[in-house]
């Protein structure tokens, strides 16, 4: 009976601690330092949210399968990296002088990125004991302009009297940049990251070279590889290329969005032969597709020791409606040609 009131006790007394915590302004010992602009513990950040004066914002959140980007797409994982460590270095030179502190706030006033970070918290924190967890927004600042000498970036914590110049140690630059609210600037330039665990059938066309076509069938047990030039199956193949093969699709990535084309250039692009056409289907039904088209114009006489009708680099590609450039050098992993797959065929690669 003595232990159970002592149990009785404790929690009555924990929950009072909890209500004066969330009736107390938990924001008190945010301003207490007006230069305390980095956030050391960003595995707790689960969100972060930044927004300029133009009206254009982001939201990304941490999830199970990494950030996403204003809920509906993939953020880039490495960009967010980098804006994670950004916000971990985040290191306070001098404060603004009081001769330009005036001019300097009213800037800010018309042109500055506010960004929020949230994270992961608890009303009641002793010692191992974590007790009733949510959403603390943890930190506000506002990201202004350069310097004169580009070297620092002028902030403000939400609330405070007076500005700052931050930099980043060892980082000649200004921080500004790192906190852009253009959305293309954070999108995951992903097209595949899939598992080989997780592909059920591919297919490579090749139009300009039939016979080099092919689909891989996954199998109860192994695999199946059928060309699509004479509908034959390969009796046998090389085991190790094939989970090379399959294993590229893991890390699939374009390097840019052309979504500035103009649609007479798409329609006319879309009208031309593929160079290669790619279907994936995974084993939950899900299926994928990108088309492959030649680049015309961009000419590098030097680079190639020769004038190319056609980009030696650079391919388009034609992914869930939008336009991308994409790399021979990323697509020649999953555009390998049937033979690739003969088992006498010998590779150093």
Not at 46 to 74: C, H, P, Q
């Amino acid at each position: 009976m003595k232990n159970n009131k002592i149990i009785l006790i404790t929690m009555i007394l924990l929950v009072v601690v909890a209500l004066s915590f969330v009736l107390t302004d938990k924001n008190t010992t945010l301003f207490g330092n007006e230069s305390n602009f980095a956030v050391k513990d960003t595995a707790n950040i689960v969100k972060i949210y930044m927004a300029d004066k133009n009206d254009k914002s982001l939201l990304f959140e941490r999830t199970n399968n990494g950030w996403s980007l204003n809920g509906n797409s993939k953020a880039h994982q490495l960009n967010m990296e980098m804006l994670l460590a950004t916000l971990k270095r985040l290191e306070v030179k001098f404060p603004v002088s009081q001769k330009a502190h005036n001019n300097v706030v009213k800037i800010m006033a018309g042109n500055s990125i506010k960004v929020e970070i949230y994270k992961n918290d608890h009303y009641i924190n002793i010692g191992s004991l974590h007790l009733f967890p949510y959403t603390n927004k943890a930190k506000v600042f506002y990201v202004g302009g350069a310097t004169q000498d580009n070297l620092g970036t002028v902030m403000l914590l939400e609330g405070a009297e007076r500005p700052y110049v931050v930099t980043l140690p060892g980082f000649r630059g200004f921080v500004a940049a790192r906190f852009t609210t253009n959305p293309k600037d954070w999108l995951s330039h992903e097209i595949f990251n899939i598992s080989y665990q997780n592909i059920a059938e591919v297919s490579v066309e090749s139009p300009e070279h039939p016979s080099k076509s092919y689909k891989i069938r996954k199998l109860e047990k192994g695999y199946e590889i059928m060309s699509l030039g004479n509908r034959q199956i390969l009796p046998v193949y090389d085991t190790v290329a094939l989970y090379t093969y399959l294993d590229a699709f893991k890390n699939i990535n374009y390097e840019s969005l052309l979504d500035n084309m103009a649609k007479i250039k798409v329609d006319s692009i879309l009208d031309a032969q593929p160079v290669h056409i790619i279907k994936i289907k995974e084993v939950n039904g899900k299926e994928h597709e990108i088309k492959a088209f030649k680049m015309k114009g961009l000419h590098d006489e030097e680079l190639h020791g020769f004038e190319a009708e056609y980009d030696l680099d650079r391919m388009y590609g034609w992914h869930n409606n939008q336009m991308l450039m994409i790399q021979y050098y990323v697509f020649d992993k999953i555009t390998r040609p049937i033979e690739f797959f003969y088992l006498h065929q010998r590779r150093n690669e």
